[in-house]
């Protein structure tokens, strides 16, 4: 790296599939850079101020790196860059990053998160960062084992979120409403929560809102306590946009989808329910649904199904009922 005084002008570094274990401090000086790209490297050891150094970064892209980060918290420091640096990058608009040890992660990160434009952010040692497709422009990953409305500067994020995982999160009972809704997700994967109940609640809501609107695909798995996806009443437009449902291991669900909800899965080309032990139909058809849709006893068709697979349901007594039969 002995030339880098002559690169003071560059604007643009990808350090791409290198084998390098230490990231070289000297690129610390290249201050005009506006992106950085060390995706997929072999960079372990990223020492302090360098990040912080490069104040015009625009873009900076660190997925599926071993990073070591240093914990700010830990009274023994070891020299290595914080992901509290990224603070002092004022003009920082995309973001790709990893961070499997969550005790890393700052929680005052709200400021650089509301800025972000494009991120894809993967929180926790469960997940794998080729699951991230390379099209969704705002993807989440988390595993914090905290209530993550309230901490991180999460929240600032999940409001634009595109792609959202979630595995273990504490205190999240009711999905859309603790999490302030979300008007752009498209996928919706939620992993090993003992705690959750419901993706919608809104049975004691005064006003009824429009439910994940854009969403495309949602994956439900191993969520031990889930009663229902939609606790109705629920409006007539949400999850209009829906193609895809994976539900595997929800052991309390008894039924896919109520009346109120199925009545909008007019784009629903593929259902997959395994090991749902209690699972007695895929629809429930609730005769007082009327109250919120005139026409409850329309009859129900999937005219976009392509693929319905139904594994290990050992309770399922029919595929569409009602409530009062």
Known sequence: MDAIEGLQNLEILRIYKSSMIKF??????????????????????????????????????????????????????????????????????????????????????????????????????V??????????????????????????????LIKGVEKLYLDDVDGIQNVLYQLNGFPLLKH?????????????????????????????????????????ICHDPLSITSFGSLSVIKVKNCIQLKYLFSHTMVKGLSQLSEIEVCHCNYMKEIVLKDNNSSAYNDTADEKIDFL???????????TIDDFFSSTNS
């Open 24 to 125: 070289p401090r000297e690129i610390g000086r290249l201050t005009q850079l506006r992106m950085l790209d060390l995706s997929n490297s072999g960079i372990e050891e990223l020492p302090s101020n360098i990040i912080s150094s490069l104040i015009n970064l625009e873009e900076l892209y660190m997925g599926n790196t071993s990073i070591d980060w240093e914990d700010v918290n830990s009274t023994v420091q070891t020299g290595n860059a914080s992901i509290a640096e990224l603070k002092k990058l004022p003009n920082l608009t995309a973001l790709e990053l990893q961070i499997r040890e969550t005790r890393k992660l700052p929680r005052d990160m709200q400021l650089i998160f509301e800025k972000l434009n494009l991120f894809k952010i993967a929180i926790g040692d």
């Open 127 to 156: 997940w794998e960062w080729a699951d991230i497709k390379d099209d969704t422009l705002k993807t989440l990953m988390l595993k914090l084992g905290t209530n993550i409305h309230l901490e991180h500067g999460i929240k600032a």
């Open 188 to 228: 919706l994967h939620i992993q090993h929560n003992a705690n959750m109940k419901h993706i919608v609640d809104s049975k004691d809501r005064i006003q009824i809102h429009v439910s994940f609107p854009a969403l495309e695909t949602l994956v439900l798995h191993n969520l031990r306590n889930l009663e229902h």
């Open 304 to 314: 976009l199904l392509r693929s319905l697979t139904l594994e290990h349901l050992e």
